[in-house]
């Protein structure tokens, strides 16, 4: 039997990157070595098309803080400490902790929105130089600002919840106003922390002069309602009907009187519907990411360090098939090396790219040469819409 693939955080430093062609260090240099990428025809045997490999620095434009900082791992925020699965699933209070965190960050996050990046994207798909998206991201971004091109989310997506027993998924949105209603105390104080500006900045010393102060933990805790008092419903379905343990005998999902799930129920747990670290990603997840690589003739890697094994992998894997790889990252990428040393040294981005710019600056700029070039069957659309860019920032680590 195969192994499942888990996801597990990463915390090597990343040396910093080689660029390929050596020339490609500007913007007009860079631009050139992608349309070459992707203009010239796909190594014999293999389809013309496109597969882009997207990670958390795509989102940062759309104010969506990239935890691992520019240099791979440093950490923006020093109290960031992801949860694990086997920790979610089996500790009520740490499902407490997690979902008041996650209660104050869902408004940043929801109001945020796809950036020029994600727009670029869907453009280089009008003009048919990309076929399909894998995300490591899981804010829905991609889907959001391309629907027509088919997105995997490798690491399920934040706009549901999903029942860890009956694997139901619910809108997060809906799950937000449980929350609120579980936790008035919490709802007047995000009203107020939403008011005060405080969630715009990532600055501790700024959003603690507007109110919203954290213990050394990074958690919140009201001083009438503290973090451990928090409250989160059960699964309705599991409520309504509950499911057969593994040994045969009637799971107990017990609630209190409004709704809020209780010890010592057995089932009816919803999680974020995010594979979150220490959990396996789905076998059909693993398997159509698998097959997106080899559907297709190229690789583009964008805005992130490969850091996840479960993403480095699939890069790996499009290596070993003789795809061309173009990688537009700022700061190293795991084992990125290796993906370049069979190079021709004289190649200008047919055989494969790797460029340190941002990918909000390269990619508007790559799609406008490209449109204008391109046949004029391939333009579906005219100029790419400009992205405003909403200057929230949103706690991503309170949400992943
Ligand atoms: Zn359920």
Redesign the pocket.
């Known amino acids: 039997m195969r192994k499942p693939l888990m996801r597990i955080p990463y915390t090597e430093l990343l040396p910093s990157p080689t660029v390929y062609p050596a020339g490609a260090t500007t913007l007009s240099t860079a631009v050139t070595a992608l349309q070459e990428f992707f203009l010239c025809p796909a190594p014999r045997g293999l389809p013309a098309s496109t597969v882009v490999l997207s990670g958390a620095g795509l989102s940062v434009a759309s104010g969506l803080a990239d935890y691992r900082g520019v240099n791979g791992t440093y950490r923006v925020n020093k109290t960031y400490r992801p949860i694990y699965y086997h920790e979610f699933v089996s500790n009520h209070e740490a499902r407490k902790r997690y979902w008041a965190r996650s209660f104050l960050g869902w408004t940043t996050l929801h109001k945020a929105s796809p950036n020029a990046g994600h727009h670029a994207v869907r453009d280089l798909g009008d003009l048919g130089l990309i076929s399909r998206v894998i995300t490591q991201n899981v804010d829905s971004f991609h889907p959001r600002a391309h629907p027509h091109i088919p997105t995997l989310e490798l690491h399920g997506y934040l706009r549901a919840t999903v029942?860890?027993?009956?694997?139901?998924e619910f809108p997060r949105d809906t799950f937000q106003d449980e929350l609120a209603r579980l936790n008035p105390a919490w709802a007047s104080f995000l009203t107020d922390v939403l008011a005060s500006g405080a969630l715009e900045t990532e600055d501790p010393d700024e959003r603690r002069r507007r109110g919203f102060r954290t213990n050394p933990d990074g958690d919140v805790d009201l001083p009438d309602a503290p973090y451990t008092t928090f409250r989160y419903p059960?699964?309705?379905?599991?409520?309504a009907n509950p499911?057969a343990l593994a040994d045969g005998s009637r799971a107990v999902?017990a609630v209190d009187g409004q709704g809020a799930w209780k010890a010592p129920s057995s089932?009816?747990?919803?999680k974020p519907a995010v594979v979150m670290f220490g959990e396996s990603i789905a076998a059909e997840v693993k398997h159509a990411a698998e097959e997106a690589i080899d559907g297709s003739g190229r690789l583009l890697v964008l805005a992130t360090s490969l850091a996840t094994y479960s993403a480095w992998r699939l890069a790996k894997r499009a290596k070993d098939r003789g795809m061309p790889i173009a990688i537009i990252n700022v700061g190293g990428v795991r084992g990125e090396e290796s993906f370049f040393t069979h190079l021709d040294p004289k190649q200008t981005g047919a055989q494969g790219v790797r460029v340190e710019l941002s990918t909000q600056e390269l990619l508007p700029a790559l799609v406008d040469v490209l449109q204008q070039t391109a046949p004029k069957a391939q333009r579906n659309r005219g100029s790419s819409s400009i992205s405003h860019k909403d200057g929230a920032s949103a706690f991503k680590d309170m949400l992943s």
């Not at 029942?163 to 139901?168: F, G, K």
């Not at 059960?234 to 409520?239: K, N, V």
């Open positions: 029942c860890t027993s009956c694997r139901t059960a699964c309705p379905s599991c409520l499911p999902v089932a009816g747990i919803l």
